[in-house]
Nanobody, 114 residues
């Protein structure tokens, strides 16, 4: 069983940056592909960034070139560096395995607004 605790969200102005962290429990973390998902009000949860069990990364078109996902298997942690943030990035951000078969954490709120 794997569980996740997300952190690092907040209020930021358009064009700003945030770095999200996700701490995962469970000794088998390193074997899973991990993803960052987000859910905006009134919208379905979507996968925005994925990192394989190694270093291969994939991004949704909406965040490509602005977001960078990485992982530290020694710390059981996955990160999301978000630059050039836009108001449409406002959402609750979650991490989970890919596909999302584990339970969801509480997420971390990201609000991009002037």
């Amino acid at each position: 069983q794997v569980a996740f605790v997300e952190s690092g969200g907040g209020l930021v102005q358009p064009g700003g940056s945030l770095r999200l962290s996700c701490a995962a429990s469970g000794s088998i973390f390193r074997f899973y592909a991990m993803g960052w998902y987000r859910q905006a009000p009134g919208k379905q949860r979507e996968l925005v960034a994925r990192v394989s069990s190694g270093t291969t990364t994939n991004y949704a078109d909406s965040v490509k070139g602005r977001f960078t996902v990485s992982r530290d298997n020694a710390k059981n942690t996955v990160y999301l560096q978000m630059n050039s943030l836009k108001p449409e990035d406002t959402a609750v951000y979650y991490c989970n395995v890919v596909p999302a078969t584990a339970g969801w954490g509480q997420g971390t709120q990201v609000t991009v607004s002037s």
